[in-house]
């Protein structure tokens, strides 16, 4: 299906140019001009060029810091992806276990990020949580403040349990919104439980799952707030992710010019990594669509 | 049946996973700090409900979660209303730089929120906007419009483009054919997209601690008060923590008919 040119459509659109516009341009604006200058004090300021990019892009902590950070995220999508379509899919469809399971699914997006690196803190104690308890209990010498590799697990199943939901609320709406004619194609069609998830579901889903998939890589590289009350970075720094040594570098030695100059580069890595996602995802989706069943269903809905 | 058997022990075993977590904190709000710190325990031992109290007799406490709610709700609205015909215009037509305004609204969503701070906070200085709720919901509207447009693209695209041909034939105009006929079929949509919104601001914390002070100082940082010098007020953080999560829960069971009804195509 092609769309039709229709330049009235930007009327539609300026309401949200305007508003993102307004909060967004300035901003961006501000951090460009400081990544560009040495700040010494409000009043003197002296244009430094390339300088802060390029001792940016020395820094070796910062390598480290970013193959952390993408071994991270990539771990997060790995885990949350498959078992965010595989909750959708097991969730009821109607009646109050529907209404009573998402509910129950999406309590943990609604806790405020610092008391849900809190709440880890306490659960994951193995004197007085519940995880670290049973952990123990059966033989494993877990601390989430003595070993990193515990530490980095804990901060994944924290993240696991914190944003899989998010993943399944957008495929189990996806999921209700393909029209019964399409399952009904593929039953007259005779279609296994598998194809019907390869040919139809996964298809119409689409569109939300590259919400989830970008949504969840985003916000796990600018993941912040849960590391640092959980861990704190540590222990030495195997759960210190980019924003962490970023906020480091702005907030603790008040190095505005360089903090500038690395949240862009920050920002471009963000952007170039979902601007590749993003074009894959299109790319498989459209030759995954326009099978025979999801023909048929298309015939049958309309 | 095999199949329901283990789709039902998955679900069980995954609804286990996360309610144990949220079990433990509202666990903690009913216990003392000494109690939660000295013994593990399934049960609180000497149930209290001292924590709560603290919460709900101090005004600096529940104020907070009546600013979090303004701005939350003035951005939900916002976002909302101005996604909606942008999505539509999207998922609709071509015109010029459609793809690069849309990827330019998703770039915003992709920056860390850290580079807002300092210009915002200049910004807000300046045009008398600060310590008000109307400062947080704009600020969060850098992200909630983005994600807003975006979710919502996603459904109106899953609509096929018969329904919007045949209504303009019967003679319905833009406005009515939107409002009466398009909306009621993406209702799954808009509610996940509430949702969305919702969350995104109400569990947000740098830029609503940064642009607020007294008058509309939100839940998020009124909880940062838990860190003292002598210590981490444990209990009353769970209980705070408990109590944040029902306003949400209130949105997603008034959602969850649009979630999980979905889009009745065949009964158009």
Redesign the interface.
């Known amino acids: 299906?092609i769309?039709?040119?229709?330049?009235?459509?930007?009327w539609?659109?300026l309401?949200?140019?305007i508003?993102?516009a307004?909060?967004?341009i300035?901003?961006?604006m501000?951090?460009v001009n400081y990544s560009v200058q040495d700040i010494i004090s409000p009043e003197r300021r002296v244009f430094v060029g390339t300088e802060w990019f390029v001792s940016v892009l020395r820094d070796e902590e910062l390598h480290s810091a970013m193959v952390r950070q993408l071994v991270y995220s990539f771990a997060v999508l790995a885990v949350e992806v498959p078992?965010g379509i595989?909750?959708a899919?097991?969730?009821p469809?109607?009646g109050w276990r529907?209404?009573a399971?998402?509910?129950?699914?999406?309590?943990?997006?609604?806790?405020?990020?610092?008391?849900v690196g809190?709440?880890?803190q306490?659960?994951g104690r193995s004197?007085?949580?519940?995880?670290g308890?049973a952990l123990q209990a059966i033989g494993l010498e877990y601390s989430y403040t003595g070993n990193p590799t515990h530490a980095w697990l804990t901060v994944l199943a924290m993240d696991v349990?914190h944003w899989t939901?998010?993943v399944a609320?957008?495929c189990?709406?996806?999921?209700?919104?393909?029209?019964?004619?399409f399952y009904q194609a593929a039953q007259i069609d005779g279609a296994s439980?598998l194809a019907v998830f390869r040919y139809i579901q996964l298809p119409?889903l689409r569109?939300?799952l590259?919400?989830a998939v970008?949504?969840r890589f985003?916000d796990s590289f600018?993941i912040?707030?849960e590391p640092f009350v959980l861990t704190g970075g540590g222990p030495g720094n195997a759960t210190t992710f980019l924003?962490q040594y970023?906020?480091q570098k702005?907030v603790g030695q008040f190095d505005l010019g360089p903090a500038a100059a690395f949240?862009l580069i920050?920002?471009l890595i963000?952007?170039l990594f979902?601007?590749v996602l993003?074009n894959w995802m299109q790319r498989v989706g459209t030759h995954s669509t326009g099978t025979a069943a999801s023909d048929a269903g298309?015939r049958g809905?309309? | 049946m095999k199949?329901a058997h283990w789709?039902?022990v998955?679900?069980t075993s995954?609804?286990v996973?996360?309610?144990?977590?949220?079990y433990?904190?509202v666990n903690?709000s009913f216990r003392t700090n000494e109690d939660?710190?000295?013994?593990?325990s399934?049960f609180p031992k000497h149930f209290t409900w001292a924590n709560y109290a603290v919460i709900f007799t101090d005004p600096a406490w529940y104020s907070g979660y009546i600013n979090s709610l303004i701005y939350v709700a003035i951005n939900m609205v916002?976002s909302v209303t101005?996604?909606l015909?942008?999505a539509?215009?999207?998922s609709?037509?071509?015109?010029?730089g459609?793809r690069h305004?849309f990827?330019w609204?998703?770039?915003?969503?992709?920056?860390?929120?850290?580079?807002?701070l300092?210009?915002?906070f200049?910004?807000y200085s300046t045009v008398g906007l600060m310590d008000t709720h109307l400062a947080v919901a704009?600020?969060h509207?850098?992200f909630n419009?983005?994600?807003a447009?975006?979710?919502l693209?996603?459904?109106m695209?899953?609509i096929?483009?018969?329904i919007d041909e045949t209504a303009y034939i019967d003679g319905y105009t833009f406005p009515r054919f939107f409002l009466k006929i398009f909306l009621p079929l993406i209702k799954?949509?808009i509610?996940?997209t509430a949702?969305?919104c919702f969350?995104f601001s109400?569990?947000e914390?740098l830029l609503a601690r940064t642009l607020t002070s007294v008058n509309a100082k939100p839940?998020?940082a009124t909880?940062?008060r838990t860190v003292s010098a002598s210590g981490?007020d444990?209990a009353v953080?769970?209980a705070?923590?408990v109590l944040?999560?029902v306003?949400?829960?209130i949105v997603?069971?008034f959602v969850?008919?649009y979630?999980?009804?979905?889009?009745a195509?065949?009964r158009v």
């Open positions: 299906m769309k039709p040119v229709n330049q009235k459509a930007w539609l659109v309401p949200v140019v508003c993102v307004f909060s967004a300035l901003p961006l501000t951090v078992l595989a909750l899919l097991a969730m469809a109607a529907a209404s399971t998402l509910v129950l699914v999406a309590l943990s997006l609604l806790i405020p990020w610092n008391v809190t709440i880890w306490i659960f004197d007085i949580g519940l995880l308890a349990w939901p998010l609320l957008l189990y709406a996806g999921l209700r919104a393909i029209p019964d004619a439980r119409k569109g939300v590259m919400i970008l949504l985003m600018m912040y707030t924003s970023l906020t702005a949240s920050y920002f963000i952007l979902c601007f993003y298309e809905a309309v | 199949g789709r039902n998955f679900l995954y609804l996973f996360a309610l144990l977590p949220i433990w904190m903690m939660i710190l000295s013994s593990f399934f916002i101005v996604a015909p942008a539509y215009a999207f609709r037509y071509r015109f010029l459609d305004v990827f609204l998703l770039t915003n969503r992709m920056t860390p929120p850290a580079i807002f300092l210009p915002f200049q910004l704009l600020a509207l850098v419009v983005p994600l447009v975006w979710i693209e996603g459904f695209s899953g096929p483009r018969e799954a949509g509610g996940v949702f969305f969350m109400w569990v914390l839940i998020v909880m940062t981490m444990w953080l769970a705070a923590g944040t999560i306003p949400g829960a997603i069971w969850r008919h979630i999980a009804k979905g889009f195509m065949g």
